[in-house]
């Protein structure tokens, strides 16, 4: 019955923890935007989430943290390692090698929250569902 459970909020785990990583990576840009030479980063979230899934799904339900020595413990919870970063062409380049447009970051900050929020919301109404389902009349 713990398994049912687990698998059947895999999905919005693994979407809300995307959404948290990605979140860091734009505020990061929007905080170095007058750093000389940084690089605009993104990640292309429909691939990280179809990935993560994935490994979810075939580590039995959690994701399964990357060992890179035979002495690292096995363990279970999110792991950012395999994230694959991106990063962005910008439309104008300026001349300090500065690749982040404030425009493009702050909307695309703006849009992940709305999103990270409605993944919430929606993941909050299913465990409400679940409780209303479990309890006695």
Same mark, same amino acid.
């Given at each position: 019955m713990i398994d049912q459970l687990e698998a059947a909020f895999n999905f919005h785990q693994q979407a809300l923890g995307l959404r948290h990583e990605r979140q860091k990576v734009l505020a990061s840009n929007i905080a170095n935007a007058d750093t000389p030479g940084y690089k605009a980063r993104d990640m292309d979230f429909g691939r990280e989430l179809e990935r993560a899934v994935k490994q979810g799904q075939a580590a039995g339900g959690g994701l399964s943290l990357s060992r890179t020595a035979e002495g690292?413990?096995? +363990?279970? +919870?999110?792991?950012?390692?395999?994230?694959?970063l991106l990063y962005r062409v910008p439309d104008q380049p300026s001349l300090d090698g500065n690749t982040v447009d404030m425009d493009r970051e702050r909307t695309a900050f703006a849009d992940n929250s709305v999103r990270y929020r409605t993944a919430l919301t929606i993941l909050n109404s299913r465990i409400q569902g679940l409780k209303k389902a479990m309890q006695p009349e």
């Open positions: 690292h413990l096995p +363990g279970q +919870g999110p792991a950012s390692v395999g994230r694959d």
